[in-house]
């Protein structure tokens, strides 16, 4: 199963905890707002992204399940 990934920027608070659950996928800028690095990831860090997901405290992440 392939997953994808949104962000809502506008809803990041910067947590941060979304690189640390993936850091092959997420990365933070200077400002420590969500930078997807890897849109489509493999299914090797898919349960990483949906964890990122989940834990996300502004709910900023959306995985889609395609």
Do not use: K, N, Y
Not at 8 to 32: H, T, Y
Not at 44 to 58: F, K, Q, T, Y
């Amino acid at each position: 199963m392939m997953v994808r990934i949104s962000v809502d920027i506008d809803s990041c608070i910067g947590a941060g905890q979304c690189v640390l659950s993936a850091p092959e996928v997420f990365d933070q800028d200077d400002d420590g707002i969500v930078m997807v690095l890897d849109g489509e990831p493999g299914e090797p860090v898919a349960e990483d992204v949906r964890l990122a997901g989940r834990i996300c405290p502004s709910q900023a992440i959306t995985v889609h399940e395609d």
